[in-house]
Nanobody
């Protein structure tokens, strides 16, 4: 069945970096666009970054532009989110999502905490 497993979260100081990974199984990753989302306590889940099926197109939330980079390695069935210059406001649970085409699918999330 379709499965998305995120990893790479943790506690990091402001200004630090983390790289999140999302390993996909149960479908051909290259046939789908993928996205990263996040949800902070008491807030709605929001789109962070999007990447097309073959990686030719990316989009970012204004709040992370210039700091985060989404990428993918279809041969490894993995999507990445490189996060640099992290801020306390980036603290959230980060989720990987299979976007288009067809039914979406979500991972279980990985916690990112930015604090000194």
């Amino acid at each position: 069945q379709v499965q998305l497993v995120e990893s790479g979260g943790g506690l990091v100081q402001p200004g630090g970096s983390l790289r999140l990974s999302c390993v996909a199984s149960g479908f051909t990753l290259g046939s789908y666009s993928m996205s990263w989302h996040r949800q902070a306590p008491g807030k709605e889940r929001e789109l962070v970054a999007f990447i097309s099926g073959f990686g030719g197109s990316t989009n970012y939330a204004d709040s992370v532009k210039g700091r985060f980079t989404i990428s993918r390695d279809n041969s490894k069935n993995t999507v990445y989110l490189q996060m640099n210059s992290l801020k306390p406001d980036d603290t959230a649970v980060y989720y990987c999502k299979r976007a288009n085409p067809g039914p979406s699918a979500w991972g279980q999330g990985t916690q990112v905490t930015v604090s000194s």
